[in-house]
């Protein structure tokens, strides 16, 4: 199965401010998901880009993809203290059913 | 409003003593799963089902078993919890396999005593 790799592993930025994250992974993908884990919370679905996608917008998140360098980024505008959280990527290639989460990137938005 | 419901929120046990945890779904799902979490960890899959169809991952220990009476319930079952076995116990559906987003339940925390 395939596993995307969070960077950074931790992230603390200022209300407002935007916060920019990253996922690589290893092999070809049909698509690649993002999920949001409030502490102590379950995971909720943010963003799904297919893989003949580059660019995609949902309300304060834009996600981008790079397939030739195998990355994808979560990039969150105008942050609040609510969007504190876990944020997990999910490449999903192949056959495979499986999405194998990485351990995501905790970020911190102070208010 | 359709929604994957996990009961309990807490679950605490003791050291040796059988446990079930419960997971219910809303929106008619083909697929349910079951994660572990343990802290600042990433979520591990242990099982899913396709429909009737069972699916155990590879390096899910045997102490852990899985019941799913009909589409809508799927039960998680540790048979003699260790401590090792506190975390995080997530549950999950999609619509069907590959290519889904899957939503999942709030989670059931275990402490083992």
């Known amino acids: 199965s395939q596993q995307g790799e969070e960077d950074p592993q931790a992230l603390s930025i200022q209300e407002g401010e935007n916060a920019t994250m990253n996922c690589s992974y290893k092999t070809s993908i049909n698509n690649l998901q993002w999920y949001r884990q409030n502490s102590g919370r379950g995971l909720v679905h943010l963003i799904l880009?297919?893989?003949?996608?580059r660019e995609k917008h949902s309300g304060r998140l834009r996600v981008t993809l790079d397939t030739s360098k195998k990355s994808s980024s979560l990039l969150i505008t105008a942050s609040r203290a609510a969007d504190t959280a876990s944020y997990f990527c999910?490449?999903?290639?192949?056959?495979?059913?499986?999405?194998?989460f990485g351990k995501g990137t905790l970020l911190t938005v102070n208010p | 409003d359709a929604m994957v419901i996990q009961n309990p929120r807490y679950q605490v046990t003791q050291f040796g003593k059988p446990v079930t945890l419960s997971c219910s779904q809303t929106?008619?799902?083909?697929?349910m799963y079951w994660y572990q979490q343990k802290s600042s960890q990433a979520p591990k899959l242990l099982f899913h089902y396709y429909d009737k169809d069972f699916n155990n991952e590879a390096d899910t220990p045997d102490n852990f078993q899985s019941r799913r009476p009909n589409t809508s319930f799927c039960f998680l079952d540790i048979r003699s919890p260790g401590l090792g076995d506190a975390a995080m116990y997530l549950c999950a559906t999609s619509r069907d396999k590959a290519k889904e987003t899957q939503y999942f339940g709030p989670g059931t925390r275990l402490l083992v005593l």
């Open positions: 880009i297919r893989s003949n996608e």
């Open positions: 929106l008619n799902h083909n697929v």
């Open positions: 999910a490449p999903h290639g192949g056959s495979n059913y499986k999405l194998t």
